[in-house]
Protein backbone atom coordinates (compact mmCIF):
# COMPACT_ATOMS: atom_id res chain seq x y z
CA UNK A 1 0.00 0.00 0.00
CA UNK A 2 0.98 3.47 -0.22
CA UNK A 3 3.03 5.06 2.60
CA UNK A 4 4.76 8.22 3.09
CA UNK A 5 6.93 8.29 6.68
CA UNK A 6 8.38 11.23 7.51
CA UNK A 7 11.29 11.97 10.15
CA UNK A 8 13.26 14.27 11.45
CA UNK A 9 11.12 16.51 13.40
CA UNK A 10 11.80 17.84 16.98
CA UNK A 11 12.65 20.40 19.36
CA UNK A 12 14.40 23.13 18.57
CA UNK A 13 16.33 26.35 19.40
CA UNK A 14 15.46 29.36 17.43
CA UNK A 15 18.00 29.93 14.82
CA UNK A 16 18.60 26.33 14.59
CA UNK A 17 18.31 24.15 11.86
CA UNK A 18 16.40 20.35 11.18
CA UNK A 19 16.40 18.41 8.60
CA UNK A 20 12.86 16.28 7.40
CA UNK A 21 12.66 13.27 5.19
CA UNK A 22 10.10 11.41 3.90
CA UNK A 23 10.48 8.07 2.59
CA UNK A 24 8.06 6.83 -0.09
CA UNK A 25 6.81 3.23 -1.08
CA UNK A 26 3.99 1.75 -2.77
CA UNK A 27 4.09 3.94 -5.85
CA UNK A 28 6.10 5.21 -8.67
CA UNK A 29 8.02 7.95 -6.50
CA UNK A 30 9.33 9.26 -9.56
CA UNK A 31 6.74 10.15 -11.35
CA UNK A 32 5.00 12.12 -8.80
CA UNK A 33 5.66 15.90 -7.45
CA UNK A 34 6.38 16.12 -3.91
CA UNK A 35 5.73 18.75 -1.40
CA UNK A 36 5.74 19.43 2.10
CA UNK A 37 2.79 21.36 4.00
CA UNK A 38 2.95 22.68 7.15
CA UNK A 39 0.24 23.29 10.14
CA UNK A 40 0.17 25.24 12.73
CA UNK A 41 -1.74 25.06 15.92
CA UNK A 42 -5.44 26.65 14.84
CA UNK A 43 -4.06 27.52 11.67
CA UNK A 44 -5.01 25.94 8.25
CA UNK A 45 -2.32 23.63 6.26
CA UNK A 46 -0.37 25.88 4.17
CA UNK A 47 2.48 24.71 1.25
CA UNK A 48 5.76 25.09 2.69
CA UNK A 49 7.67 23.60 -0.71
CA UNK A 50 7.29 21.79 -4.04
CA UNK A 51 9.64 19.95 -6.33
CA UNK A 52 9.11 18.16 -9.63
CA UNK A 53 9.66 15.06 -10.45
CA UNK A 54 12.96 15.13 -11.74
CA UNK A 55 13.92 17.80 -8.98
CA UNK A 56 14.48 20.33 -12.01
CA UNK A 57 11.75 22.95 -10.40
CA UNK A 58 11.33 23.88 -6.94
CA UNK A 59 8.83 26.23 -5.38
CA UNK A 60 8.53 27.75 -1.66
CA UNK A 61 6.17 29.26 -0.09
CA UNK A 62 7.26 33.24 0.70
CA UNK A 63 7.68 32.37 4.41
CA UNK A 64 10.20 30.30 4.10
CA UNK A 65 12.65 31.96 1.32
CA UNK A 66 16.42 31.26 1.73
CA UNK A 67 15.92 29.57 4.64
CA UNK A 68 14.53 25.86 3.40
CA UNK A 69 16.09 24.15 0.62
CA UNK A 70 13.52 20.83 -0.35
CA UNK A 71 15.99 18.12 -2.45
CA UNK A 72 14.91 14.63 -3.37
CA UNK A 73 16.28 11.31 -4.63
CA UNK A 74 14.22 9.15 -7.03
CA UNK A 75 17.09 6.41 -6.36
CA UNK A 76 15.94 6.36 -2.92
CA UNK A 77 12.15 7.32 -2.81
CA UNK A 78 13.14 9.88 -0.84
CA UNK A 79 12.51 13.74 -0.65
CA UNK A 80 13.94 16.34 2.51
CA UNK A 81 13.37 19.80 3.19
CA UNK A 82 16.29 21.46 5.11
CA UNK A 83 15.12 23.87 7.63
CA UNK A 84 17.47 26.35 8.63
CA UNK A 85 17.44 30.04 10.37
CA UNK A 86 14.05 28.06 12.44
CA UNK A 87 11.63 30.51 13.94
CA UNK A 88 8.78 30.33 16.47
CA UNK A 89 6.44 30.75 13.67
CA UNK A 90 8.06 27.88 11.50
CA UNK A 91 6.70 25.51 14.89
CA UNK A 92 3.93 23.04 13.13
CA UNK A 93 3.32 19.71 12.39
CA UNK A 94 5.08 19.22 8.78
CA UNK A 95 3.55 16.72 6.09
CA UNK A 96 5.06 14.90 3.01
CA UNK A 97 2.66 14.63 0.05
CA UNK A 98 2.97 13.75 -3.49
CA UNK A 99 0.75 14.47 -6.30
CA UNK A 100 0.08 13.41 -9.82
CA UNK A 101 -3.81 12.61 -10.05
CA UNK A 102 -4.00 11.17 -6.85
CA UNK A 103 -2.71 13.29 -3.82
CA UNK A 104 -1.10 11.15 -1.26
CA UNK A 105 -0.15 12.53 2.29
CA UNK A 106 1.90 11.51 5.64
CA UNK A 107 1.21 11.51 9.07
CA UNK A 108 2.71 14.08 9.76
CA UNK A 109 6.40 15.23 12.21
CA UNK A 110 6.30 17.80 14.80
CA UNK A 111 8.40 20.65 14.54
CA UNK A 112 8.85 22.47 17.65
CA UNK A 113 11.22 25.93 17.10
CA UNK A 114 11.41 27.29 20.84
CA UNK A 115 13.87 28.29 23.78
Known amino acids: QVQLVESGGGLVQPGGSLRLSCTAS????????MSWYRQAPGKERELVAT????????NYADSVKGRFTISRSNDNNKVDLQMNSLAAEDTAVYYC????????WGQGTQVTVSS
Open 26 to 33: GFTFSLYS
Open 97 to 104: SAIRISRY
Open 51 to 58: ISRFGDTK
